[in-house]
C-alpha cells in the first residue's frame, strides 16, 4: 500500500475502484451511443489489449478507431444488446496510475453469449479524467473478443507489426 501523502488525495481502494468503474462507464457509453471522441476520453495512446493468445497495440488515434469500430460492428453482427463491465478490485500504483480487475460480459436480451471473463486493467490519470493504457482479458481463444483482435490487428498492421513510425502519438504513460 501506498504511504499517505494529503497532497495526493485519496489513495484509497474505494477511491480506486471508483475512478476505474467510471472510466468503464465512460468506456462502454461510447461503445454503446458510437461516440469515438468519448471513447477517446476513456483511452489513451498507445493501448494495448492482450489476450492468451494474441496482443494488439494501438499507436495511434487511426488504430483506436478501427479497433473501435470493429468491436462495435462486431458486437451488432451478433446482436450483442448488453457489455457490462464491473470492477471488482482496484487500487492505486502511484498518484496517477491505478491497477483494477473488473468482469466483461456479453449479453443478448438478458443472456450470456459467452462467459463472463476478467480483465486487467493499468489506467492512467491524465488532467481531471482516467484512461485505460493496458487491459489484459483472460478469456479463451477463439472467443468474440479475440476474433475482433484479430480482425482489427489485420487492418491496423496488415504487413504485421511495425515500428515508430510518422503520425504515431507520444507514449504518455509515464507518472
Known amino acids: 500500500m501506498l504511504p499517505h501523502d494529503p497532497a495526493a488525495g485519496d489513495l484509497s481502494p474505494e477511491k480506486a475502484k471508483e475512478h476505474y468503474q467510471e472510466m468503464l462507464d465512460r468506456m462502454g457509453m461510447a461503445y ?27 499507436r495511434t488515434k487511426d488504430d483506436l478507431h478501427v479497433m473501435f469500430d470493429t468491436f462495435r460492428k462486431r458486437l451488432d453482427q451478433v ?13 492505486f500504483r502511484g498518484p496517477n496510475t491505478i491497477e483494477g ?39 479463451p481463444d477463439p472467443s468474440l473478443f479475440t476474433q ?3 480482425e482489427a490487428n489485420q487492418k491496423i498492421r496488415p504487413d504485421g507489426p511495425s515500428p ?12
Not at 476513456?42 to 493468445?53: D, G, I, Q, R
Request: hydrophobic share 35%; with cysteine.
Open 32 to 58: 454503446e451511443t458510437g461516440d469515438f471522441d468519448a471513447y477517446c476520453e476513456a483511452v489513451e495512446c498507445p493501448f494495448t489489449l492482450a489476450t492468451f493468445e494474441d496482443e494488439i497495440t494501438m
Open 101 to 139: 480487475t473488473h468482469v466483461s460480459s456479453c449479453l443478448r436480451d438478458g443472456v450470456y453469449v459467452e462467459d463472463p471473463f476478467p480483465v486487467t486493467s493499468i489506467i492512467h490519470r491524465r488532467g481531471t479524467r482516467w484512461k485505460a493504457a493496458s487491459s489484459q482479458n483472460a478469456l
Open 164 to 175: 515508430a513510425g510518422p503520425g504515431e502519438m507520444p507514449d504518455t504513460n509515464r507518472d
Open 148 to 150: 475482433v483482435m484479430v
Open 79 to 91: 446482436g450483442i444488446t448488453q457489455f457490462v463491465r464491473s470492477c471488482v478490485a482496484a487500487q
